[in-house]
């Protein structure tokens, strides 16, 4: 009797040439580096060179973060990929009563121009490629990151990175929005606009459905739901007046790698095929790059456990061959103390030196998708596309992603999800190493690494010296500039980096925005 795979599919225990019977390879398959993508966006992939290995940092203070990024580089990081506090997320400032006891916790406090300064300092922002992980105040970062290119000399236009700014993901799986739908859709097509006649190298938007896995979300479930996303945002930057062609190239997406290889490879395949279907034939794409699913892989965080942790190394990298094996464009290898507690320097080098071996020391990057013509792998694709396509369809249903949203559609669906997993674990069905099996009578004592609490302070006492120092008219008038373009339908990336670089607040910034377009309050609408 054959298994169940992650979305709930069987797995026969062996497959052959019936099980692709009528399955036309020049359909399903196609060339590598050509429509519709299965084997993967480039024709060489990482024949030419691996892919760009990215490490998911930031803590503390600015300061700490910086160093922590010069040993990444110094060590062969390719891209840095910024962690930023709760309170940033959310658009506060960290002397904000409401961000007492999170500054600096789960990432960097960027409260000011002044703080990004110091973030990037002796960091060449013309010679790395910068991920940063932010969404409802993506915009406000993203400025912040070219005025400090600007200090340095960059231009704009030589500027490489992506902001994740995938505020529809955060009503459904994860939480750190500020403003309601409507407007934060508009602040993303304001994005799109700018970048595409300011910084036309950037990735405006990471969707992501790394998140939604994390929060349970099966393997069918996480491409559904993204993808149906990424048509939520094209549909509403064609809606704003943009060509398809002008901005979809520099879409980007964000997904999980779990352990189970198989079904991790055949989901990115089957996601690749969707996406281009959906951009040739619903939306008319003509440029084959408006076609292509190019995405970033996070090895998974919620397998880490925090009972033997050393086991999460072992987990780690089957996590990131099952992404190199699924064709990812970056990769970031989680630490294996991460679900103990923000991860010491020598646990983030190992966390690099995984993705290292699998670049340099294996031989999967020596031919194109390794597992095309697999008749486990193609059954598998086929399946995950056909779960996939039939979530996409009921989230149509409802008239799109909004309007899903807004009917607790997509979170009523990953927490029935979740909930299986936790009864399956509870009851030693699925097992866990470590947590469910295999267990120790007494866990090593392992000595984590913790974040200074006087860091609050720290932050606190920059923000009064700024408030002091600043021309305080010129920042009021460049906020009252920003809230006559919210106000209406001007960019307003514009006058918000004016009020940026004349050292407004990040705090203050989404305050004025909250002023126009209010505060996101959820529903339990189904």
């Known amino acids: 009797m054959g298994r169940e795979s992650e979305s709930g599919l069987p797995i026969e225990p062996v497959y052959g040439p019936d099980d692709l019977a009528g399955w036309d390879p020049a359909v399903k398959l196609g060339e590598p580096g050509a429509y519709p993508f299965t084997r993967g966006v480039y024709p060489t992939m990482y024949t030419g060179k691996p ?28 891209g840095l990929s910024v962690a930023f506090d709760l309170p940033t997320q959310m658009g506060h400032d960290s002397d904000a009563p409401i961000a007492h006891g999170e500054v600096g916790k789960v990432g960097v406090a960027i409260d000011s121009v002044d703080d990004m300064r110091v973030l990037f300092g002796g960091i060449p922002l013309d010679k790395v490629s910068t991920s940063m992980t932010i969404n409802a105040p993506a915009a406000l970062l993203l400025l912040l990151y070219q005025l400090v290119a600007e200090e340095q000399g960059v231009p704009a236009d030589k500027l490489t990175g992506t902001i994740q700014n995938d505020v529809l993901k955060e009503y459904i799986a994860r939480g750190t929005y500020i403003f309601p739908p409507k407007p934060s859709l508009r602040l993303i097509a304001d994005i799109f606009k700018y970048c595409k006649a300011e910084i036309p190298k950037w990735n405006t938007i990471s969707i992501s459905g790394y998140h939604m896995a994390e929060a349970g979300a099966s393997p069918a479930q996480e491409i559904a739901f993204t993808l149906a996303d990424g048509i939520e945002y094209v549909r509403t930057a064609i809606a704003a007046g943009m060509d398809v062609d002008d901005f979809a190239p520099r879409l980007s997406f964000f997904f999980v790698s779990r352990t189970t290889i198989l079904e ?103 031919t194109v998708d390794p597992f ?26 409802f008239g799109g992603a909004v309007n899903a949203i807004e009917h607790g559609f997509q979170k009523s669906e990953i927490e029935r999800n979740a909930y299986r997993i936790a009864q399956e674990t509870d009851s030693g069905e699925r097992v866990v190493v470590g947590v469910n099996r295999f267990k120790l009578d007494e866990e090593e004592p392992y000595e984590p690494l913790r974040v200074d609490p006087a860091i609050e302070a720290q932050q606190a006492e920059r923000l009064a010296k700024l408030r002091a120092e600043r021309d305080q008219s010129a920042v009021d008038a460049a906020l009252a500039a920003l809230k006559e373009a919210a106000e209406g339908t001007n960019n307003v990336l514009y006058p918000m980096k004016e009020a940026l670089r004349a050292r407004a607040t990040v705090g203050e910034v989404c305050n004025t925005l909250r002023e126009v377009w209010g505060a996101y309050v959820p529903t339990d609408a189904f």
């Open 51 to 78: 892919w760009t290995m990215r490490q998911y940092a930031g803590f503390g203070t600015a300061a700490e973060s910086n160093a922590r990024y010069k040993e990444l580089i110094a060590h062969g990081t390719m």
């Open 372 to 397: 095309a013509g697999s008749y486990v792998i193609e059954k598998m694709t086929d399946e995950v596309e056909a779960a996939a396509v039939e979530l996409i369809a009921k989230v149509e249903e």
């Open 264 to 366: 991790e490879v055949a989901k990115f395949r089957a996601a690749r095929r969707i996406w281009a279907r959906v951009m040739r034939e619903e939306f008319g794409a003509r440029n084959p790059k408006s076609q292509m699913l190019r995405f970033h892989t996070q090895t998974a965080g919620v397998q880490l456990t925090a009972q033997q942790p050393e086991v999460n190394l072992v987990r780690v990298a089957v996590q990131g061959l099952a992404a190199v094996l699924g064709g990812t464009q970056s990769l970031h290898t989680n630490s294996f103390d991460e679900a103990i507690a923000l991860p010491t320097e020598k646990s983030a080098r190992l966390a690099l030196r995984t993705q290292q071996v699998l670049a340099y020391e294996t031989d999967v990057t020596a």
